[in-house]
Every structure is written in structure tokens, then in C-alpha cells.
């Protein structure tokens, strides 16, 4: 079967992906982060990378780029990168970057197998219009069990109050990040989402005063929805 690379670095959705190639067929090699990734394809055959953007030690933009300035085999791997930044991370730009293909967060799961398999096919043409994935595309994320979700934003939250009460800006932002990309499995956690969106700009600002009051009005919101 295809042996496909996951580059993610939140461990939840690493393994929703893994689980979805695996049920079509694929082989999964599953890495958390840029250096991992490299480590990997450098030691065994991958048919097709997916890379998430932000991830720690070596992001997403950089493995590339040392994929791309290789002179082995990997220099001309297909890769596909996953994004939850849609205004931040233009599709034309990461085409424009070296990436095959761009996939928006929260992930379709029709989308992503088709894009895998065209890819393969080498049926893609790289210059081709990327269309973000609508809110009218189901989410893999969606497709489970609510309980499975809730016990996985309880243990994300736990892990964002213990970087909060300890003022660790770095791992609030961290914490906010993976958060975010489970909550798209939320139905109408629009809401939600551009709160911890308001909790990783006042990180970027190193604001602690905003990170509490932010913090305090996600904590009780989110409560309030699973409660």
C-alpha cells in the first residue's frame, strides 16, 4: 500500500489522520515535528508527505525546505500541507512555497483521500486553483463520538489552566494551538475558536493580564457547553 508520512504535532488529531489513511489502505509513518519528519524519510521509502504548518523544534515550511534542497530521493516527494490559519496561510502562497497541495483544518476526510490519491496518480496538476475547505464539508473530527471529543478539550483545558496559573506565555500558546485544532470538531465552535484565537494573540503580545481575562471567559464558556 501507499506509505504516507504524518507530520502533526497535536497527538489527538495525528492519530484521527493516521486511523483514516490506515482504513483506506495506507501505511502510516507518524512523526511529531519537522526534525522527526526528516529523520523518517531520510530512513525508509514514503510515497507522499502530509505536513502540518505550526509545529515545534522544525515547522512545517522549514522540513520543506530541507526536503526541497536534498539530493536524495525525498527532494521530490509530493507534500501536502495541513493548515487551520486560512487567512494566514494564502493556498496560491504555500504552492508558490514548494507544497503540492494546501488542506484547511478542520479536515475533510473525502478530500484528504482524493488528494492523497490523485497526487499518487500524479494526476495533479501543481498550478491548478486550491478551493479551502468549506464549512459545508464534513469533518472527520465531527464524525466522533461527543464523548471522545469532550474527554479530549477536558484534557486539552486541564493542560491550558496548569501553563495559565504557572504565567508560562510559551505554553499557554502552545496549549491554545492544540486546543483549537480538536475544537473544529465542535458543531458551531466558531464562537470558541476566535476566542482561543484572541488567547494566542495576547500570548504573541505577551499580555498576562489579557491571558487570564481571556483564559477565565474560555474556561467558563467551555464548561458551560460541556456541563
Not at 35 to 61: H, I, S
Request: hydrophobic share 45%; glycine share 6%.
Amino acid at each position: 500500500g501507499m506509505k504516507i508520512l504524518v507530520a502533526e504535532d497535536n497527538d489527538f488529531n495525528r492519530n484521527l489522520i493516521c486511523a483514516v489513511v490506515e482504513i483506506e489502505g495506507g501505511e502510516v509513518i507518524a512523526a511529531r515535528d519537522g526534525v522527526e519528519a526528516l529523520r523518517e524519510m531520510n530512513a525508509r521509502p514514503v510515497d507522499l508527505v502530509l505536513m502540518d504548518l505550526n509545529m515545534p523544534r522544525l515547522d512545517g515550511r522549514q522540513a520543506l525546505r530541507e526536503m526541497r534542497r536534498s539530493d536524495l530521493v525525498i527532494a521530490k516527494l509530493p507534500v501536502i500541507a495541513l493548515t487551520a490559519e486560512v487567512f494566514e496561510d494564502d493556498d496560491h502562497g504555500l504552492l508558490e512555497e514548494g507544497f503540492d497541495r494546501a488542506l484547511f483544518k478542520p479536515l475533510d476526510e473525502v478530500l484528504l483521500i482524493n488528494t492523497i490519491v490523485e497526487l499518487l496518480a500524479g494526476s495533479l496538476d501543481r498550478t491548478e486553483q486550491i478551493q479551502p475547505v468549506t464549512k459545508t464539508k464534513r469533518s472527520f473530527l465531527s464524525a466522533l463520538p461527543a464523548e471522545i471529543l469532550e474527554q479530549e478539550i477536558a484534557r486539552q483545558l486541564r493542560l491550558l489552566s496548569v501553563a495559565q496559573q504557572n504565567q508560562d506565555v510559551k505554553g499557554v500558546r502552545e496549549q491554545a494551538h492544540q486546543l483549537r485544532s480538536v475544537l473544529y470538531g465542535v458543531e458551531d465552535s466558531e464562537g470558541i475558536v476566535a476566542m482561543v484565537q484572541r488567547l494566542e494573540l495576547a500570548c504573541d503580545g505577551a499580555d498576562i493580564e489579557g491571558i487570564t481575562g481571556v483564559f477565565l471567559e474560555l474556561e467558563k464558556k467551555l464548561r458551560r457547553s460541556s456541563g
